[in-house]
Nanobody, 127 residues
Framework: QVQLEESGGGLVQAGGSLRLSCVASGGAFGTYALAWFRQTPRAEREIVAAISWSGGRTFYADSVKGRFTISRDNAKNTVYLQMNSLKPEDAAVYYC????????????????????WGQGTQVTVSS
């Protein structure tokens, strides 16, 4: 059983930056693909970014390409989301998720494929 705990959310002005972190415990961290999703009260949960077990493959939603960067440090059991040039439409609850995988490059962009979830961290962007 893997437990995920996010941190780093908060209030930032448009154009600013935040770095989200997610620490995993309770499992073999290196055997999971990891992702960040976000959700607002008016929208379904959507993927923001994903990273493979090896870290060699990543995915970004079109809306965040060039502004957000996902990375992982398996030695620290941590995945990060660096968010730059934030926009008001980036405001949401951000969730960290882990997907059990059997190949180093595997990862999914579907929330239903992810096995474990954090509680979420709120990101608010003021205009």
């Amino acid at each position: 059983q893997v437990q995920l705990e996010e941190s780093g959310g908060g209030l930032v002005q448009a154009g600013g930056s935040l770095r989200l972190s997610c620490v995993a415990s309770g499992g073999a961290f290196g055997t999971y693909a990891l992702a960040w999703f976000r959700q607002t009260p008016r929208a379904e949960r959507e993927i923001v970014a994903a990273i493979s077990w090896s870290g060699g493959r990543t995915f970004y939603a079109d809306s965040v390409k060039g502004r957000f960067t996902i990375s992982r440090d398996n030695a620290k059991n941590t995945v990060y989301l660096q968010m730059n040039s934030l926009k008001p439409e980036d405001a949401a609850v951000y969730y960290c998720a882990a997907e059990r995988v059997v190949t180093v490059q595997a990862m999914s962009v579907r929330w239903s494929d992810y096995d474990y979830w954090g509680q979420g961290t709120q990101v608010t962007v003021s205009s």
